[in-house]
């Protein structure tokens, strides 16, 4: 299973809502995780399950959506949340998307 | 709180074999599935392949002819054998704490593998 991650980059401000998609190219049921990265670092679990949050992500992190389109919501940007942002399916095997880089405008 | 801790050479020859360990800690390493990802230099996430605790495997089709990953519960441990490795097989390779719904949501710092003679 592909899949798609878009924009490929996001430029916003702080305090700026945040939309990130996920297109997968069949059906992974409600499987999808989000993950955030940033230079020199491993990533980190952001949000499982499609719409759980993980163990101490702030609340302004949110994740909806089922079968092929999911979507990762940061509500305000804050400054530590501009890094790279990554979904994950685990059908068959495990698949990461290409990433979506959220600058600073 | 459960650490993972990735160790093994740093650079290794073309056509040998990678090896890496990664050491759970704090932590039990039965009942969750033990993941091995990476990520060459300025590119995306791949994952190689992961191992349950009881010892059942499933791994990238991309990589599977060339991927071996163990366990070992007595010493808390799991392990990647990558062999025939090449200059594409440069990265930083991470290992991770998983479930049966995919997610992985504790992992080692990574550990940087450069494939050069």
């Known amino acids: 299973i592909v899949l798609t991650q878009s924009p490929a980059t996001l430029s916003l401000s702080p305090g700026e809502r945040a939309t990130l998609s996920c297109r997968a190219s069949?059906?992974?049921?409600?499987?999808l995780a989000w993950y955030q990265q940033k230079p020199g670092q491993a990533p980190r679990l952001l949000i499982y399950?499609?719409?759980n949050r993980a163990t101490g992500i702030p609340a302004r992190f949110s994740g909806s959506g089922s079968g092929t389109d999911f979507t990762l919501t940061i509500s305000s940007l804050e400054p530590e949340d501009f890094a790279v942002y990554y979904c994950?399916?685990?059908?068959?095997?495990?698949?990461f998307g290409q990433g979506t880089r959220l600058e600073i405008k | 709180q459960v650490q993972l801790q990735e160790s093994g050479p740093g650079l290794v020859k073309p056509s040998e074999t990678l090896s890496l360990t990664c050491t759970v800690s704090?932590?039990?390493?039965?009942?969750?599935?033990w993941n091995w990802i990476r990520q060459p230099p300025g590119e995306g996430l791949e994952w190689i392949g992961h191992?349950?605790?009881?010892?059942?495997?499933n791994s990238n089709p991309s990589l599977k002819s060339r991927v071996t990953i163990s366990v070992d519960t007595s010493k808390n441990q799991f392990s990647l054998n990558l062999t025939s490795v090449t200059a594409a097989d440069t990265a930083v390779y991470f290992c991770?704490?998983?479930?049966?719904?995919?997610?992985?949501?504790?992992w080692g710092q990574g550990t940087t593998v450069t494939v050069s003679s």
């Open positions: 991770a704490r998983g479930y049966s719904s995919g997610m992985m949501d504790v």
């Open positions: 704090s932590g039990s390493i039965s009942s969750y599935y």
């Open positions: 191992i349950f605790y009881s010892g059942s495997t």
């Open positions: 069949q059906s992974v049921g409600g499987y």
């Open positions: 399950d499609a719409s």
């Open positions: 994950q399916q685990r059908s068959n095997w495990i698949t």
